[in-house]
């Protein structure tokens, strides 16, 4: 892990960004919830923690016991521990019925909306992605779902399927604790290095950017025994591994990874949509192709071929960015082949404190980028490789002339412009029609509340449903859908809200059809919980039959933790 470090003249430190490889897929693709799965775990982890420390002298042991930040000590000031007293004081707040509500109500209550850090800079913790390829969160290791053994290394299958190879996480089978372990594991690492960094960034702040057409890139490789030869890189395509998935996320039929020749009723399936000619299957040999994307144009390209490149200078800090998923071993060439050009220059400018750094999936999407071979084994990463086995030596050769560029000073083409694709974008996402509830019944009502005269403990979860609309209407950017708030001397306090990571937001319809939903609010009480009398809070937006969105809230019976 790479970590800058931000420090204000007059607020001191006020953010920082950091490096690291490894898929945001703790997460399966059987979650339906949003989520910014461990990446955003860390990210809000780190945040939290430093609000609690602020500037001064601080230590990773300041974590409560479930390894978060003890963040509510700081909002909570008086602790009530009398458990009779508190349940007479729940007992005299009732659900509150929904009523309207404004847009900003839903910012002004959330836990670190923008209007409750007005008087000083929020702290921003960016948990970057950079070549993380071929890398997994889930450690464990693959195996096989029916049978619990270790799935077939080579192809990543359980007796020749690939549905049944899952990876599993630190936390298995809770892929929500898988996200949390990995996510505080990145927090801890970026903590460890905040505290230690004394290394200053010095000398100019510079970049370049180009855009490169790379369906027809001439690229020069050095040739075995001295000399050089110069080939291509090829229209993109997607290789039959590709449908294989990973065992991130497994494909599905009979795909495998691994498979370097395709079958006939596949390569049958695919002439329906474009029969890829000699040349491009020459040019993407070993590759067998399934979808021949970077030549198959209607309604629009289904693959990038302008694709923009860049790299970054802040003193002896250099950022690569890539428009891809780059893997360990292409990442550590394509740096290695740019350090060498920035400290062989000659000018002293870099020395061997030069940091290189990738910053991934940058400015635009286009699958994988392996080596040379990684792509002769063609696993899913290599059949995700668009423009052919000498992808990887194209980005390296770009990459040094724009590095040769930066140090020397001197400009560079700005190359094709990319289609401009907005207003020709299809979209299959039906819009909102009507959001409706029962007769008699208000926007924010809660539908099923927390049992009257409730006590719960640290580690208990607790539930409250709500009759609500369809998320869409409002985003709520900068707010919040769901919020626990707590009693301090008669006054409401937010602590909890959709951001944290202990608090789920689930939205759910009855029919498809049906204009009536409802969302349910769980909240796992943290380990670092004090006592208190809680509240659970729904904000909304509801479509009209006119299409006016009106704003909602309402919130459940109040309830004692002990």
Known sequence: ??????????????????????????????????????????????????????????????????????????????????????????????????????????????????????????????????????????????????????????HSTCGGKNELCYGRGPGYPDEFESTHIIGERQFRKAVDLFNKASEQ?????????????????????????????????????????????????????????????????????????????????????????????????????????????????????????????????????????????????????????????????????????TTLEEYQVQRYEGASTLYGPNTLGAYIQEFQKLAGALIKGQPVEPGPQPPDLLNKQISLLTPVVLDSTPAGINFGDVSSDVPANSTFKRGNTVTAVFWSACPRNDLMTEGTFALVEILQEDTWIPIYDDDDFCLRFKWSRPSKLSPRSQATIEWTIPPSTPPGVYRVRHFGAAKGLLGSIRHFTGSSSAFVVA
């Open 1 to 154: 892990m790479t970590l800058l470090k931000f420090v204000d003249d007059q607020w001191g430190p006020v953010g920082s960004f950091n490096w690291f490889a490894t898929h945001g897929t703790s997460m399966s693709r059987t979650n339906s919830l949003i989520s910014g799965d461990n990446k955003g775990a860390a990210a809000r982890f780190m945040e939290d923690w430093f609000e609690q420390n602020g500037i001064k002298s601080s230590y990773i042991n300041d974590l409560g016991t479930d390894g978060i930040p003890r963040r509510v000590s700081n909002i909570i000031t008086n602790v009530h521990d009398n458990r009779h007293e508190l349940l007479e004081l729940a007992a005299s707040f009732q659900s509150s019925p929904g009523r309207p509500a404004t847009r900003t109500l839903s910012v002004a209550r959330r836990v670190r909306g923008p209007l409750r850090q007005a008087d000083k800079p929020g702290f921003v913790s960016a948990f970057c992605q950079t070549n993380c390829g071929d890398v997994s969160p889930n450690v464990l290791g693959a195996f096989c779902i029916d049978t619990g053994l270790p799935c077939d290394f080579n």
């Open 201 to 369: 960034l010095k000398g100019k702040v510079d970049y370049r950017h180009t855009y490169l057409d790379f369906s027809q890139l001439e690229v020069t490789l050095p040739k075995e025994g001295g000399g050089s030869e110069v080939v291509k890189t090829c229209p993109a395509a997607m290789g039959f591994a590709f449908a294989a998935g990973t065992t991130d996320g497994p494909g599905a039929f009979d795909f495998k990874q691994g498979d370097d020749k395709g079958n006939p009723f596949w390569r049958l399936v695919r002439n329906l949509l474009k029969t890829p000619d000699k040349k491009q299957v020459d040019c993407q040999h070993p590759k067998p192709i399934l979808l021949d994307t970077g030549e198959m144009k209607q309604p629009y390209d289904w693959a990038p071929s302008i694709l923009p490149i860049q790299i970054l200078r802040i003193g002896q800090l250099v950022i690569l960015s890539v428009p891809g998923e780059f893997t360990t071993m292409s990442g550590r060439r394509l740096r290695d082949a740019v350090k060498t050009v920035l400290t062989s220059s000659g000018n002293g400018e870099f020395g061997s404190n030069i940091h290189v750094v990738i910053a991934g999936l940058t400015n635009t999407y286009s699958q994988y980028v």
